[in-house]
């Protein structure tokens, strides 16, 4: 089982940068890939990014790419989310999880694989 903690949320402006921070304990040897998800209320839990714990693959939502950079400090056994250019319809609570599973370029966009989730940090940006 691995542990997460998200922090750095926060409300800023549009066009504003921000850096979310997932901070992850326990079988962190096992993780395949850690991914950020966001929930804005009333709507689903989306994918915003993922990136493999020991290779250098990211993977971007549409929606965030050329915005939002994902990395990892295998060290401190942290993943970020570098977020730039703000808009209003990132508000939501952002969430990081991991997988222990071998999941593909679609498998990692899927919420329903990942294992263990954080409590989630809300990020809330104004127009």
């Known amino acids: 089982q691995v542990q997460l903690v998200e922090s750095g949320g926060g409300l800023v402006q549009a066009g504003d940068s921000l850096t979310l921070s997932c901070a992850a304990s326990?079988?962190?040897?096992?993780?395949?890939?850690i991914g950020w998800f966001r929930q804005a209320p009333g709507k689903e839990r989306e994918f915003v990014a993922a990136i493999r714990w020991n290779v250098d693959r990211t993977y971007y939502a549409d929606s965030v790419k050329g915005r939002f950079t994902i990395s990892r400090d295998n060290a401190k056994n942290t993943v970020y989310l570098q977020m730039n250019s703000l808009k209003p319809e990132d508000t939501g609570v952002y969430y990081c999880a991991t997988t222990a599973s071998i999941v593909g370029i679609v498998g990692v966009t899927i919420a329903d694989r990942y294992d263990s989730w954080g409590q989630g940090t809300q990020l809330t940006v104004s127009s």
């Open positions: 326990g079988r962190t040897f096992s993780t395949y890939a």
